[in-house]
């Protein structure tokens, strides 16, 4: 899909302010209502616009502390990954989970209360998900930059 300067406006101002209403975001870039409705519809339809969501505060829920884990599978059969990746799925406390190249074959991003909360995550769901060879872990001392826009650019 090609994008035009008003596509890159709409994309700004949603990534900073999902909550927008149609009307506010026709006026920000210099559209009518039904202009700018179609507009979104179309960037939705595109797949450019993945979804909406709110962004809870994690050290609020009572989880500030984050861990990323390496975690290296017995084998990298593809019916091994895609077992690790479904089970590690139903761990509520990881947020994010990668497929890596390197020495580890997922990095996963778990949140925690504290050390103690994660040795117990550590114990009960991460060594016992199939497959699990090795599991390293490094506690993150503090976020530094957390972003959630993607820049648009030309050419996207």
């Keep these: 899909m090609e994008l035009d300067r008003i596509d890159h406006a709409i994309l700004d101002h949603l990534q900073r302010d999902g909550r927008l209403s149609n009307v506010q ?11 700018c409705l179609r507009r979104v519809r179309n960037l939705e339809r595109s797949g450019l616009v993945e979804d909406y969501v709110m962004i809870v ?6 989880r500030p502390g984050n861990v990323f884990v390496r975690v290296t ?6 019916e091994d990954l895609r077992a690790f990746e479904k ?7 990881v947020m994010e989970c990668y497929l890596m190249s390197g020495d580890s074959d997922f990095l996963l991003r778990v949140i925690v209360r504290d050390a103690t ?8 769901s991460l060594t016992s998900l199939p497959g699990v ?3 390293h872990s490094s ?9 959630t826009a993607v820049p648009i650019t030309a050419g996207t």
Excluded: W
């Design 117 to 124: 909360d994660y040795e117990r995550i550590h114990h009960e």
């Design 139 to 147: 506690f993150a001392l503090r976020t530094v930059l957390k972003k």
């Design 25 to 35: 975001l026709a006026g920000l870039v210099g559209l009518s209502e039904s202009a």
């Design 87 to 93: 089970a590690v799925a139903d761990v509520p406390e």
């Design 73 to 78: 599978l017995e084998s990298q059969k593809l």
């Design 57 to 62: 505060n994690q050290a609020a829920t009572g």
């Design 133 to 135: 060879a090795r599991v």
